[in-house]
């Protein structure tokens, strides 16, 4: 039976080790601090329309794809791990709080209609009557009917249940080296000391990639994010995820089914950055507030740090390496919620049978090597 170690137990770790021993792999997870990881911290939009940037075409496909297996993905996760997949189908609503702002979601919207993706503009009237708790100050916006979200940590728990059921093995520790035997990846070493071997490595550490002493240039860096958690209580609750964008800054409000609202994300290039900052969360809940004005009197009842894995162009590595025998799944950004399924399909398919899906091939590291 082959042998797989996966660095990294967060979601994209865990739904890999989960696909690769539903393939009859061995499969041990070499994870760090699971409270440093970001699945334990994203909001868990699955909005591949919203999150678009005009230009990232490529990216929008992929992220389109991974929605598109979602459902089948959720199903069969609660179905085998007997647990929610965190799996919530509430619409999105992308709204402006300003002229500038309603201008730029507009051509947002003709730019995804240009490429087959009508989203519909609603006036500030019909958005406050599709979600009452919308402040006045929202100018008009998009619904966007397809543009999910999922309760990560929920999904995180399903994941690991689902993946230990099948025997998969994990152990903690971080890895400081890929260790290597002409050309051929061998296993890891980790800081502790442990020699941990394998016919294959995969490496799925988030924002941590490029810290294992790889030899080749693995280029993912933190870009730190500031999230809130507000409980509604008895207070009422957001029907829709919101996606603001006010006088020229971003904020998030993602419901979830317990009366939870994800509140985020500060955007900073401040490396490992742990430090929940005073101006951070104030700016966090002054939009919140202008947006959906009910959020002032809910309960704040977290402040966290996670840390996006960014590329230079924004879109994941996927697949081969340099080193035959180690493969990556990393550099998701914003999206890791998201693309958790595509990619756990993508690296099976890859590690176990040297098939890359062909939605996969723009997205290899060799991209990057000129
Ligand atoms: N996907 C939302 C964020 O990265 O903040």
């Known amino acids: 039976m082959p042998t797989t170690l996966v660095v990294g137990g967060g979601l994209i770790g865990t739904a890999v080790a989960w696909r690769l021993?539903?393939?009859?792999?061995?499969?041990?997870?070499?994870?760090?601090?699971?409270?440093?990881?970001?699945?334990?911290?994203?909001?868990?939009?699955?909005?591949?329309?919203?999150?678009?940037?005009?230009?990232?075409?490529?990216?929008?496909?992929?992220?389109?794809?991974?929605?598109?297996?979602?459902?089948?993905?959720?199903?069969?996760?609660?179905?085998?791990?007997?647990?929610?997949?965190?799996?919530?189908?509430?619409?999105?609503?992308?709204?402006?709080?300003g002229t500038d702002d309603a201008a730029r979601l507009r051509d947002l919207g003709r730019w995804l209609d240009d490429r087959g993706h009508p989203c519909r503009w609603l006036t500030s009237r019909e958005l406050r009557g599709a979600e009452p708790l919308l402040g006045p100050s929202v100018r008009g916006?998009?619904?966007?009917?397809?543009?999910?979200?999922?309760?990560?940590?929920?999904?995180?728990?399903?994941?690991?249940?689902?993946?230990?059921?099948?025997?998969?093995?994990?152990?903690?520790?971080?890895?400081?080296?890929?260790?290597?035997?002409?050309?051929?990846?061998?296993?890891?070493?980790?800081?502790?000391?442990?020699?941990?071997?394998?016919?294959?490595?995969?490496?799925?550490?988030?924002?941590?990639?490029?810290?294992?002493?790889?030899?080749?240039?693995?280029?993912?860096?933190?870009?730190?994010?500031?999230?809130?958690?507000?409980?509604?209580?008895?207070?009422?609750?957001?029907?829709?995820t919101v996606r603001a964008f006010t006088q020229g800054s971003e904020v998030y409000l993602v419901p979830r089914s317990d009366g939870e609202v994800v509140v985020g994300a500060t955007v900073e290039e401040q490396g490992f950055d742990a430090r929940v900052t005073a101006g951070g969360v104030y700016e966090l809940l002054r939009d919140a507030r202008q947006v959906v004005p009910v959020t002032a009197e809910y309960e704040l009842s977290e402040c966290r740090v996670g840390w996006r894995p960014a590329t230079p162009d924004n879109a994941p590595v996927l697949g081969p390496t340099p080193l035959a025998g180690l493969t990556v799944g990393v550099g998701m950004y914003r999206n890791g919620v998201l693309l958790t399924p595509l990619v756990a399909d993508v690296l099976a398919g890859w590690v176990d049978d040297a098939h890359l899906e062909p939605v996969a091939t723009p997205f290899t590291l060799e991209r990057f090597a000129s």
Do not use: Y
């Open 21 to 97: 021993a539903q393939r009859g792999q061995h499969v041990t997870v070499v994870a760090g601090d699971p409270g440093q990881a970001a699945s334990g911290v994203a909001a868990g939009m699955l909005a591949p329309l919203t999150e678009s940037a005009f230009t990232e075409t490529a990216l929008l496909a992929l992220n389109l794809d991974s929605l598109r297996r979602w459902e089948t993905f959720a199903e069969e996760l609660e179905r085998v791990s007997g647990l929610p997949s965190g799996l919530h189908r509430t619409p999105t609503l992308s709204v402006a709080g």
């Open 141 to 240: 916006g998009l619904l966007v009917e397809r543009d999910w979200s999922c309760d990560n940590r929920r999904l995180w728990t399903a994941l690991r249940v689902a993946a230990e059921r099948l025997g998969v093995r994990t152990v903690t520790g971080t890895v400081l080296a890929v260790e290597h035997e002409d050309g051929r990846a061998t296993g890891v070493r980790t800081e502790d000391g442990q020699l941990l071997a394998a016919d294959e490595v995969v490496i799925a550490s988030g924002a941590w990639a490029g810290g294992h002493g790889l030899p080749f240039e693995l280029p993912v860096r933190p870009v730190k994010g500031q999230v809130l958690r507000l409980s509604a209580g008895r207070l009422p609750r957001l029907a829709h």
